[in-house]
Every structure is written in structure tokens, then in C-alpha cells.
């Protein structure tokens, strides 16, 4: 870290998820959307990607994102790179939650370390923190060269994942109590759980009714920002449109 953002550090830490947190989508979903309308062949990605649904519990979430990314087949990271500032300049910041925005910026006012810590892809991750502001962007590590491979490599930045990346770079939690000093974490996922027990401060957005059990048990801040779809068949439309491209 610089010294700048050990500083920062020292002042407080503020640890946000991305997809259902910072906005209500999954940015995958979205950056695929993106992707598909520009380039329509690559809509041939979804008869692969069907092909492996049978083996996913075998795959796992790190698997199948491998399978899912294939719609970038053969991009090369110049396209990638600007299809990704395309793709943020018009979702970021004009569908993030108001409401997130506004703690995250009280973050910034504060002086504190503000870090993005997403399962998405890294190739846009870093771009939507750099629109966002915060110090720190980090996600799923996409690796390859030149033109990207049908089922590219990548570790997936998701549970305790998120962890230790972040406790390589800003330093483990204290040993005392297992948290990070003055940290307070965003979060819509269980999949966060391993991130957020190593906060002293937690905010839960739109948590699922497990977790908003576990959040009210813990004396965790809760926020449900209205979602840009109805009901869960709106919702399934949505996506079902969106992994086309249509």
C-alpha cells in the first residue's frame, strides 16, 4: 500500500461488495448484455454454456464462471478493456442505490480506506472503483494471453477468498479479536460472511430472510433499497433477456 492509503487505513475502513450492494444487478449478467449487443455471434456462448448446467455442482461457482465467460472467446484485452469503460460509463454511477452512495461517499469524507471487494471479473471491477472513487478495487483475477481462451483461468474472489486477498494487502485482522480496526462492511450475500465477521461494523442491503436473521441477531444496520423490478417473474425476465443479449 501507499502511504497515503495506509493513512487512510488508520482513519477507518470501509469494505463494499458490488452486485446487490452497490447496485442491484449482477454486473456478470449486465456485462455480458453489454458484450452480446455489440457482437451478436457471441450469443453462441449461451448453447456452451447450457451444455455444463448438468455438471455444475460438480463445477462449482469457480467452474462455471470459466463456462460462462466464454461469451468473450478470442477478445483481446484492448476490446475487453474498452468495452469494460464502455459497459461502466453507463451503469456506474446511474444505477448504483442512492442510499449506498451515500455512505460510501461519508466513507471518502470521512478519510477512510474505502475498498471494492467483488466476485465479478477484475477487468471491470477496477474500472467501476476507479468511476466510484474508492482507493481500491479488487475481483476475480481473469487470467490470459493475447486473444481469451474458450475456458480462461481465474481464481474467484468470492467467501473467504476476499480475505485473504484483502489481508495481503492491507495486513490480517487483528489477532485479538479476528477484526479489522475501525471497518465496517457492505454486503447483500452470505457469500460475504467470511468478509464481514472480520468487520466491527456491518451493513446488510436487501439480505435475504436468513440473513436478515443472522444481521438482527448480530445488531447489523439493514437497508432495503427499492430494486428496479417488481416481482421475481419480472425479475427472471430480466435476466433471461439480458444473458442474450436482446
Same mark, same amino acid.
Given at each position: 500500500? !501507499?502511504?497515503?492509503?495506509?493513512?487512510?487505513?488508520?482513519?477507518?475502513?470501509?469494505?463494499?461488495?458490488?452486485?446487490? !450492494?452497490?447496485?442491484?444487478?449482477? !454486473?456478470?449478467?449486465?456485462?455480458?448484455?453489454?458484450?452480446?449487443?455489440?457482437?451478436?455471434?457471441?450469443?453462441?456462448?449461451?448453447?456452451?454454456?447450457?451444455?455444463?448446467?448438468?455438471?455444475?455442482?460438480?463445477?462449482?461457482?469457480?467452474?462455471?464462471?470459466?463456462?460462462?465467460?466464454?461469451?468473450?472467446?478470442?477478445?483481446?484485452?484492448?476490446?475487453?478493456?474498452?468495452?469494460?469503460?464502455?459497459?461502466?460509463?453507463?451503469?456506474?454511477?446511474?444505477?448504483?442505490?442512492?442510499?449506498?452512495?451515500?455512505?460510501?461517499?461519508?466513507?471518502?469524507?470521512?478519510?477512510?480506506?474505502?475498498?471494492?471487494?467483488?466476485? +465479478?471479473?477484475?477487468?471491470?471491477?477496477?474500472?467501476?472503483?476507479?468511476?466510484?472513487?474508492?482507493?481500491?478495487?479488487?475481483?476475480?483475477?481473469?487470467?490470459?494471453?493475447?486473444?481469451?481462451?474458450?475456458?480462461?483461468?481465474?481464481?474467484?474472489?468470492?467467501?473467504?477468498?476476499?480475505?485473504?486477498?484483502?489481508?495481503?494487502?492491507?495486513?490480517?485482522?487483528?489477532?485479538?479479536?479476528?477484526?479489522?480496526?475501525? +471497518?465496517?462492511?457492505?454486503?447483500?450475500? +452470505?457469500?460475504?460472511?467470511?468478509?464481514?465477521?472480520?468487520?466491527?461494523?456491518?451493513?446488510?442491503?436487501?439480505?435475504?430472510?436468513?440473513?436478515?436473521?443472522?444481521?438482527?441477531?448480530?445488531?447489523?444496520?439493514?437497508?432495503?433499497?427499492?430494486?428496479?423490478?417488481?416481482?421475481?417473474?419480472?425479475?427472471?425476465?430480466?435476466?433471461?433477456?439480458?444473458?442474450?443479449?436482446?
Amino acid at each position: 500500500m !501507499t502511504d497515503d492509503m495506509q493513512a487512510k487505513l488508520e482513519r477507518g475502513l470501509g469494505l463494499f461488495d458490488l452486485d446487490g !450492494t452497490l447496485i442491484a444487478w449482477d !454486473t456478470q449478467m449486465l456485462f455480458a448484455d453489454h458484450v452480446i449487443r455489440r457482437e451478436g455471434w457471441r450469443r453462441a456462448y449461451l448453447a456452451f454454456f447450457a451444455a455444463f448446467l448438468p455438471a455444475a455442482k460438480i463445477l462449482g461457482d469457480e467452474g462455471m464462471k470459466r463456462v460462462f465467460l466464454s461469451y468473450l472467446w478470442r477478445a483481446d484485452h484492448a476490446k475487453i478493456e474498452a468495452w469494460a469503460r464502455d459497459f461502466v460509463a453507463e451503469f456506474f454511477p446511474a444505477r448504483c442505490y442512492a442510499v449506498m452512495l451515500e455512505k460510501l461517499q461519508r466513507h471518502r469524507d470521512a478519510g477512510h480506506l474505502t475498498v471494492l471487494a467483488s466476485a +465479478s471479473p477484475e477487468f471491470y471491477a477496477r474500472e467501476v472503483g476507479r468511476v466510484l472513487g474508492f482507493d481500491l478495487a479488487l475481483g476475480t483475477l481473469v487470467e490470459w494471453q493475447g486473444p481469451m481462451p474458450l475456458l480462461p483461468d481465474l481464481r474467484n474472489h468470492k467467501g473467504a477468498e476476499k480475505v485473504r486477498r484483502l489481508s495481503e494487502i492491507i495486513g490480517a485482522p487483528a489477532a485479538a479479536d479476528g477484526l479489522w480496526p475501525r +471497518s465496517h462492511g457492505y454486503s447483500d450475500s +452470505s457469500a460475504d460472511l467470511p468478509m464481514l465477521r472480520c468487520c466491527v461494523e456491518n451493513t446488510l442491503v436487501n439480505p435475504s430472510e436468513r440473513l436478515t436473521a443472522l444481521g438482527e441477531e448480530k445488531g447489523w444496520h439493514i437497508e432495503r433499497p427499492a430494486k428496479p423490478w417488481s416481482t421475481s417473474a419480472g425479475h427472471a425476465r430480466e435476466v433471461l433477456r439480458r444473458i442474450a443479449g436482446i
